[in-house]
Protein backbone atom coordinates (compact mmCIF):
# COMPACT_ATOMS: atom_id res chain seq x y z
CA UNK A 1 0.00 0.00 0.00
CA UNK A 2 1.43 3.22 -1.21
CA UNK A 3 1.07 6.07 1.70
CA UNK A 4 1.34 9.73 0.31
CA UNK A 5 4.31 10.29 3.18
CA UNK A 6 6.43 7.51 2.23
CA UNK A 7 6.28 8.22 -1.45
CA UNK A 8 6.72 11.92 -0.92
CA UNK A 9 9.80 11.03 1.31
CA UNK A 10 11.50 8.68 -1.21
CA UNK A 11 10.68 11.09 -4.24
CA UNK A 12 12.80 13.83 -2.51
CA UNK A 13 15.47 11.32 -2.03
CA UNK A 14 15.53 9.75 -5.60
CA UNK A 15 15.79 13.88 -6.57
CA UNK A 16 11.93 14.41 -8.07
CA UNK A 17 10.78 17.76 -8.48
CA UNK A 18 6.92 16.94 -7.57
CA UNK A 19 3.86 14.44 -7.73
CA UNK A 20 0.76 14.20 -9.59
CA UNK A 21 -2.04 12.25 -9.24
CA UNK A 22 -5.25 12.22 -12.03
CA UNK A 23 -8.03 9.97 -13.36
CA UNK A 24 -7.70 7.60 -16.67
CA UNK A 25 -10.13 5.16 -17.30
CA UNK A 26 -10.87 3.88 -13.43
CA UNK A 27 -7.34 4.29 -12.14
CA UNK A 28 -5.84 6.79 -10.34
CA UNK A 29 -2.16 7.33 -11.94
CA UNK A 30 0.18 8.76 -9.77
CA UNK A 31 3.60 9.22 -10.34
CA UNK A 32 6.59 11.67 -9.52
CA UNK A 33 8.65 14.00 -12.04
CA UNK A 34 11.84 15.17 -12.20
CA UNK A 35 11.83 17.60 -14.96
CA UNK A 36 10.61 16.31 -18.01
CA UNK A 37 10.68 13.01 -16.90
CA UNK A 38 8.20 10.36 -14.79
CA UNK A 39 7.76 7.56 -13.61
CA UNK A 40 4.67 6.20 -11.83
CA UNK A 41 1.91 3.45 -11.04
CA UNK A 42 -1.57 3.10 -11.04
CA UNK A 43 -3.78 2.41 -8.60
CA UNK A 44 -7.94 1.18 -8.93
CA UNK A 45 -9.73 4.85 -8.07
CA UNK A 46 -12.04 2.83 -6.00
CA UNK A 47 -9.76 1.15 -4.03
CA UNK A 48 -8.87 2.60 -0.14
CA UNK A 49 -5.74 3.42 -1.00
CA UNK A 50 -6.68 5.93 -3.94
CA UNK A 51 -9.20 7.31 -1.59
CA UNK A 52 -6.44 7.78 1.03
CA UNK A 53 -4.17 9.54 -0.94
CA UNK A 54 -7.10 11.67 -2.85
CA UNK A 55 -7.94 12.66 0.87
CA UNK A 56 -3.97 13.36 1.49
CA UNK A 57 -3.60 15.37 -1.66
CA UNK A 58 -6.82 17.07 -1.24
CA UNK A 59 -6.15 18.56 2.03
CA UNK A 60 -2.47 19.02 1.07
CA UNK A 61 -3.66 21.28 -1.59
CA UNK A 62 -6.40 23.33 0.88
CA UNK A 63 -2.81 24.55 2.96
CA UNK A 64 -0.66 27.14 1.35
CA UNK A 65 2.68 25.52 2.24
CA UNK A 66 3.95 22.41 3.72
CA UNK A 67 7.32 21.42 5.05
CA UNK A 68 8.65 18.22 5.46
CA UNK A 69 12.15 16.94 6.82
CA UNK A 70 13.99 14.34 5.12
CA UNK A 71 17.23 13.14 5.77
CA UNK A 72 17.58 16.45 8.11
CA UNK A 73 17.05 18.63 5.37
CA UNK A 74 13.75 20.62 5.29
CA UNK A 75 11.72 20.88 1.73
CA UNK A 76 9.18 22.97 1.19
CA UNK A 77 5.86 21.48 -0.59
CA UNK A 78 3.01 23.00 -2.58
CA UNK A 79 0.51 21.55 -3.62
CA UNK A 80 -2.57 22.40 -6.14
CA UNK A 81 -5.72 20.72 -7.57
CA UNK A 82 -6.26 21.24 -10.95
CA UNK A 83 -9.08 20.24 -14.03
CA UNK A 84 -8.07 17.33 -16.36
CA UNK A 85 -10.38 16.38 -18.86
CA UNK A 86 -13.42 16.91 -16.06
CA UNK A 87 -11.81 15.20 -13.04
CA UNK A 88 -9.66 16.61 -10.11
CA UNK A 89 -5.98 15.88 -10.60
CA UNK A 90 -3.86 16.95 -7.93
CA UNK A 91 -0.18 18.37 -8.20
CA UNK A 92 2.74 18.55 -5.45
CA UNK A 93 5.93 20.54 -6.34
CA UNK A 94 9.19 19.76 -4.16
CA UNK A 95 11.00 23.11 -3.25
CA UNK A 96 14.66 22.41 -2.16
CA UNK A 97 16.40 24.55 -0.15
CA UNK A 98 18.67 26.89 -1.48
CA UNK A 99 22.43 26.42 -1.44
CA UNK A 100 23.89 29.49 0.73
CA UNK A 101 25.73 31.62 -1.41
CA UNK A 102 29.58 31.33 -1.85
CA UNK A 103 32.22 34.11 -0.64
Known sequence: MIRLEEFLERCVREGADGIEMEYKDGYEELYAREGNTALGTRIPSSSPEAT???????????KKRQRMVVDGVEYELRASMYDSFGETAYRVRIIRPKKPARR
Open 52 to 62: ALRQGLHSMAK
